[in-house]
T-cell receptor, first 113, second 113 residues
Framework: DVKVTQSSRYLVKRTGEKVFLECVQDMDHENMFWYRQDPGLGLRLIYFSYDVKMKEKGDIPEGYSVSREKKERFSLILESASTNQTSMYLC????????????FGSGTQLSVL | DQQVKQNSPSLSVQEGRISILNCDYTNSMFDYFLWYKKYPAEGPTFLISISSIKDKNEDGRFTVFLNKSAKHLSLHIVPSQPGDSAVYFCAGHSGGGADGLTFGKGTHLIIQP
């Protein structure tokens, strides 16, 4: 069964902390994504990656960076966490170049106090 | 600019009846559309898709209809079951890559016994 695993289900951090959200997929997918989901705002794309070492900004990249050193792992980094980054973070991957059938992880609910 | 609109934040339907979830879009460049289903504390899962050159796609109890002239699509679930209670996201795809998905804000479907 295909799997996208996010390292933490819940995370509580303080303002100004550096935060790492980890995501691993076991499907050998080239494409990986980070979204955030907020009530009333749906899913918004933060960053994505088509290949190892490659990264592209999504719709809301400000305050975030990413790292993809290995094909199966895609990390989201909050350089200096702020309260407006409190959100549900969802990692996804797909083999499809057209983005069909994204496979999502279970999400990380991040609270920044 | 909200390119994909799901105007009903929630919808309540009796078990066994038809559920109709609606989605409007403004981007004429969308080449296909997808529906995702999300349970609490889980990531979204792919449900069904439709190409912009088709007007209907059916998969078991789920049918998606596309009206290009009205820029409107709908997801029909017949018959509705308790396990269908979830948040449903509509998404449109444009551009050549997997990053081209634009999601709506979601509709929370509640199936009442």
């Amino acid at each position: 069964d295909v799997k996208v695993t996010q390292s933490s289900r819940y995370l509580v951090k303080r303002t100004g902390e550096k935060v790492f959200l980890e995501c691993v997929q076991d499907m050998d997918h080239e494409n990986m994504f980070w979204y955030r989901q907020d009530p009333g705002l749906g899913l918004r794309l933060i960053y994505f990656s088509y290949d190892v070492k490659m990264k592209e900004k999504g719709d809301i990249p400000e305050g975030y960076s990413v790292s993809r050193e290995k094909k199966e792992r895609f990390s989201l980094i909050l350089e200096s966490a702020s309260t407006n980054q409190t959100s549900m973070y969802l990692c996804a991957s797909t083999h499809s170049a057209r983005g069909e059938k994204l496979f999502f992880g279970s999400g990380t609910q991040l609270s920044v106090l | 600019d909200q390119q994909v609109k799901q105007n009903s934040p929630s919808l309540s339907v009796q078990e066994g009846r038809i559920s109709i979830l609606n989605c409007d879009y403004t981007n004429s460049m969308f080449d296909y559309f997808l529906w995702y289903k999300k349970y609490p504390a889980e990531g979204p899962t792919f449900l069904i898709s439709i190409s912009s050159i088709k007007d209907k796609n059916e998969d078991g109890r789920f049918t998606v209809f596309l009206n290009k002239s009205a820029k409107h699509l709908s997801l029909h679930i017949v018959p509705s079951q308790p396990g269908d209670s979830a948040v449903y996201f509509c998404a449109g795809h444009s551009g050549g890559g997997a990053d081209g998905l634009t999601f709506g804000k979601g509709t929370h479907l509640i199936i009442q016994p």
